[in-house]
């Protein structure tokens, strides 16, 4: 097994010195794709806890809308959800 690695820039660099650095890269790598992985799990956090807030205030608003027009819950949910698909793309 070589015990040194030559560079095309002139240096050799010994075998635990690239080994070393490829288990750096590895370990770096790695925390990234952790952090990634965390990051796309929080953004799926805020929407859903975006979708359940929005949803408890269509309801909420529907009620009273419904309420006061006269009409059912159900139907005053589905104008508001219509307008703000419309408007907001949701």
Do not use: P
């Amino acid at each position: 097994m070589q015990n040194s690695f030559s560079c095309s820039c002139g240096y050799t660099f010994q075998a635990s010195d690239v080994e070393s650095a490829l288990t750096t890269s590895a370990l770096l790598k790695q925390r990234l794709l952790n952090k990634i992985a965390e990051m796309d799990y929080f953004e799926q956090a805020i929407i859903q806890t975006s979708q359940r807030s929005f949803n408890a205030w269509v309801e909420e608003i529907s009620y009273e809308i419904g309420r006061v027009l006269g009409t059912t819950v159900t139907a005053a949910q589905q104008l508001i959800k219509g307008i703000t698909e419309r408007l907001f793309g949701f």
